[in-house]
């Protein structure tokens, strides 16, 4: 008899974390849709954002080790990481 296949805290054999993720999106969408100005103001601030990130992601390629550029990328990232909750959540 073959073995199931292992099922994800996520799918739809865990209702409730499904149900609790599609209730944020609901809250969100709502907020969203209560506020449009904000959402397209965070939405195009979130391009930029990206944008930025795309040009930082150049520049750390133009490293010749690929060591190196493993580890600038990570301290990037836990450079906005930090930067994301000094900002957003202090």
């Known amino acids: 008899m073959p ?11 865990n209702p409730d974390i499904r149900d609790i993720a599609l209730s944020i999106f609901d809250k969100v969408r ?9 959402a397209k103001a965070v939405d195009r601030a979130e391009k930029e954002i990206r944008l930025k990130l795309v040009d930082i992601r150049t ?11 493993e580890l600038v990328t990570v301290l990037v990232i836990n450079g906005l990481h930090r930067t994301a909750d ?4 202090d």
């Open 59 to 69: 520049h750390i390629d133009r490293l010749e080790k690929k060591e190196d550029r």
């Open 86 to 89: 000094e900002v957003l959540v």
């Open 30 to 38: 709502a907020i969203k849709r209560a506020n449009p100005e904000v």
């Open 3 to 13: 073995a199931s296949p292992k099922k994800s805290a996520a799918d739809s054999s």
